[in-house]
T-cell receptor, first 111, second 111 residues
């Protein structure tokens, strides 16, 4: 059965304190791995798509990496406006190109 | 701003009633997916429509149904509402096989 597990569930960081969020996955065949940011009461906002092990993508203070078993979202020198829930999702080669989500990591950055 | 709009933004219904939620997809996108997100959880796939045909379905009962129109906008219908149907309902549009862009969601409360 396809599974996506995110850790930690919640993370509190001081402004400027870098850290990483983890997304481990078990799927029959990976089509792509996606990272989204979600603010309270809003829809998820697309951040990155990764397709193959070794791939990396960057956007401002965020960097996403992918291995055959997991993905990391690295946050460098975070700011309070980076506070949000970060969702990881996979699409599989056997599915209808839908997304299978983890439960997210709730990030709080304290000034 | 994703170009995906959902209506209404909030809705309160009574158990047993029926509800219709609407989604206008991003210009040029021919695929619409619907997700249910309970509080504190990741979005769960309900179903997907591609060029007006259902293209995949998650583990939801038949009282969850949908439509996609020639302009690729979509509706989600839920019959015989239950208290557990209270959630944020998200619509995502994409080109087939491409990354999904989400609307802001409809918050449904069943009392």
């Amino acid at each position: 059965e396809d599974q996506v597990t995110q850790s930690p569930e919640a993370l509190r960081l001081q402004e400027g304190e870098s850290s990483s969020l983890n997304c481990s996955y078990t799927v029959s065949g990976l089509r792509g791995l996606f990272w989204y940011r979600q603010d309270p009461g809003k829809g998820p906002e697309f951040l990155f798509t990764l397709y193959s092990a070794g791939e990396e993508k960057e956007k401002e203070r965020l960097k996403a990496t992918l291995t055959k078993k997991e993905s990391f979202l690295h946050i460098t020198a975070p700011k309070p406006e980076d506070s949000a829930t970060y969702l990881c999702a996979v699409s599989t080669t056997t599915g209808a190109n839908n997304l299978f989500f983890g439960t997210g990591t709730r990030l709080t950055v304290i000034p | 701003e994703t170009g995906v709009t959902q209506s209404p933004t909030h809705l309160i219904k009574t158990r047993g009633q029926q509800v219709t939620l609407r989604c206008s997809s991003q210009s040029g996108h021919n695929t619409v997916s619907w997700y249910q997100q309970a509080l504190g959880q990741g979005p769960q796939f309900i179903f997907q429509y591609y060029r007006e045909e259902e293209n995949g379905r998650g583990n939801f009962p038949p009282r969850f149904s949908g439509l996609q129109f020639p302009n690729y906008s979509s509706e989600l219908n839920v019959n015989a509402l239950e208290l557990d149907d209270s959630a944020l309902y998200l619509c995502a549009s994409s080109l087939a096989g491409g990354k999904a862009f989400f609307g802001q969601g409809t918050r449904l409360t069943v009392v």
